[in-house]
């Protein structure tokens, strides 16, 4: 059209219309910088004799609103305020026409009526704001969840509200505004956010715009997130008094199912001890609402979901079964409602690994086994995930049962099985093999470092077979290990640590930071000689921080403390042999000591005079 137009044809000049239908087309197009091109159309509107409407402007803003660019947000804020500048200019210039005998003019050509109500008429003729093109952007504000996008949801609601008390009252927020608001506040991150959501949950019932029940929902979110009783309160009297308004005839809606849930959760996170039972009854209640016609408030698994959390976190982990073993039931009866799904089960089996009560390892293990079979029976949706394992390992971890070395093994193969068949949801990490390595270690069996050293070999496989990154074995790793064989007390402990260690400095040389030794790691090397009963350790030991002080010139991650020494001191004062080995390690003690007094890095301690004592 343009170059039809340059070439002499006037009847193709391009209008505004066009303009805006290019501009609506590539506002529409999902292609990488659609945006800026709909802006820069826009822009060269008036280079090119075509003056620019209120859509061509909303338009662009749209554009930049419904654009997926990490700044785009910002962008369409920034479109809004030149549209907000035209439009000012554009009505300043009709007024001072208006002012300069414009209105005769109009008037004569059918304008407006030349009466006493004449400057009534003239918003006939002026441009207008519309609050949509505002709610677009709220609307892309609350969906973004950016740092500051709650400060900037605010401070556009009340320029509205200041644009439409200064003449452009179709910018006046509407319930559509006012929830877009809410909504961004109910997301943040903010300590401040649920008060401030309830601040303008009254502005905008004093605004003449009466909450709904998107507006309630909204600020039950933002209780939810703040975890604390006054919210759960909060949340109650907000959902009984939803349910007043909607009797009175003052809400269009009842409460259903979403604000109701929600309210569980609040008190499920609310720390107190009533929040259990005030669970059970919302639930209650929900189940009578239901039956009395309310079939919105029929409880779904979202909401068993929350009531079981509240038993979980309040130790109630019986409560917690039986509302599981209920919803199992009633699913298998054909209440498609309330089929558990993995956080169902996951809770309740997190609730026995929190309680102190014998055999309750046992009893998440039982847990783990309906889920698994509850998902071979024809629910492929449900299926346990790393969590419902490592849950039971990491408790496991702190029982210190006299099995659960093996118990927490035995869960890590059954993850790795399952990984293996498929289940990419299961991929154990570093923490699992390293929780399953200090189970063996807080076992103090005999065994116990040849079992870490076992899985420690089982996670070198696994990554070099599946070639994982985030799997590659750490200085953290290895420590534990070291730990396992200190405590393990067995005969070979000294020297497994030896060579775990003189690996570990090979891999470092070799380029891999992640086995990089540190000061731990040489003290359970010589925690490992001082516990062992070699004749030899003594000597062993003293050689190790020979090693240790070496290192620790180079390696800013090795330091000298007084632990190191006292572990010396301790192999010495306990080498057992004939009198030459009793009198080596005693000359060993002496010159550890010695060389602990004169240390710039560490002070001896009360035990260390002890331990050279028992030498």
């Not at 309040?314 to 409560?319: A, F, K, L, P």
């Amino acid at each position: 059209m343009k170059r039809a137009y340059e070439a002499g044809d006037i009847d193709v000049i391009p209008n505004v219309i066009n303009y805006n239908s290019v501009i609506n087309a590539w506002g529409r197009c999902k292609k990488e910088g659609s945006a800026e091109r709909a802006s820069e159309i826009r822009s060269t509107m008036k280079d090119e004799g075509v003056e620019p409407d209120a859509l061509s402007y909303s338009l662009v803003v749209s554009a930049w609103a419904h654009c997926l660019n990490t700044n785009a947000t910002k962008q369409a804020e920034v479109a809004l305020a030149e549209m907000e500048n035209w439009a000012i200019e554009k009505n300043r210039a009709i007024d001072e026409a208006f002012d300069n005998g414009l209105s005769d003019h109009a008037s004569a050509n059918g304008q407006f009526k030349r009466d006493a109500e004449t400057p009534s008429s003239l918003p006939a003729i002026r441009v207008h704001l519309d609050v949509e093109c505002y709610n677009t952007v709220l609307i892309s504000l609350s969906r973004r969840r950016e740092i500051d996008a709650s400060e900037r949801a605010l401070k556009m609601l009340y320029r509205m509200i200041h644009l439409a008390d200064n003449g452009f009252e179709t910018a006046r927020p509407n319930a559509k505004s006012w929830n877009s608001v809410l909504n961004t506040l109910s997301r943040a991150n903010e300590e401040d956010s649920m008060e401030r959501a309830e601040k303008v949950l009254h502005e905008m019932n004093d605004a003449g715009i009466h909450p709904d029940v998107f507006s309630y929902a909204a600020l039950l979110h933002a209780y939810q997130k703040n975890a604390s009783p006054y919210a759960a309160e909060r949340a109650d009297d907000i959902v009984r008094q939803m349910e007043q308004l909607y009797c009175d005839g003052m809400l269009a809606a009842a409460p259903d199912v979403y604000h109701y849930t929600i309210a569980c959760a609040c008190w499920a996170r609310s720390g107190q001890s009533i929040a259990a039972q005030r669970c059970w009854e919302i639930l209650q209640h929900m189940e009578t609402r239901a039956k009395e016609g309310f079939t919105s408030s029929r409880p779904n698994v979202r909401t068993y979901n929350a009531v079981i959390d509240a038993y979980a976190r309040g130790h109630h982990v019986d409560e917690a079964e039986k509302l599981l073993n209920e919803m199992i039931e009633r699913y298998g009866q054909g209440d498609r409602n309330v089929k558990p799904d993995g956080f169902t089960f996951n809770a309740v089996i997190n609730s026995w690994t929190r309680s102190r009560r014998r055999g309750c390892g046992t009893r998440a293990e039982i847990i783990l086994k309906r889920l698994l079979e509850f998902h071979e029976n024809g629910n492929p949706d449900v299926k346990p995930d790393a969590r419902s394992f490592s849950h039971i390992i990491d408790y496991y971890c702190r029982s210190r049962e006299p099995d659960a070395g093996e118990k927490a093994e035995w869960l890590l193969l059954g993850m790795i099985k399952m990984y293996e068949k498929g289940y990419k949801e299961m991929l154990p990490t570093v923490f699992t093999f390293t929780a399953v390595i200090n189970t063996y270690a807080k076992s103090k069996c005999e065994d116990s470092g040849i079992s870490a050293e076992n899985i420690l070999n089982l996670l070198n496989d696994f990554h070099e077979s599946h070639g994982i990154p985030s799997l590659k074995p750490t200085t953290f790793v290895i420590n534990a290990v070291l730990l396992a064989w200190s405590k393990s007390g067995h005969s070979k402990a000294g020297e497994r640590t030896e060579d775990l260690l003189r690996c570990m400095n090979e891999q470092y040389k070799l380029g891999n930071v992640l086995q990089q030794p540190n000061t731990r790691s040489y003290g359970l090397v010589l925690a490992a000689w001082a516990k062992g009963s070699s004749s030899e350790k003594s000597r062993k030991a003293q050689g190790m921080l020979r090693r240790m002080e070496k290192e620790s010139e180079t390696n800013a991650h090795v330091t000298m403390n007084v632990h190191c020494y006292n572990a010396v001191l301790n192999a010495a004062a306990f080498t057992g042999g004939g009198l030459d080995v009793r009198t080596e390690a005693f000359d060993i003690a002496t010159l550890t000591l010695n060389e602990l007094v004169d240390s710039k890095e560490a002070d001896p301690i009360s035990s260390s005079f002890g331990t050279y004592i028992k030498a």
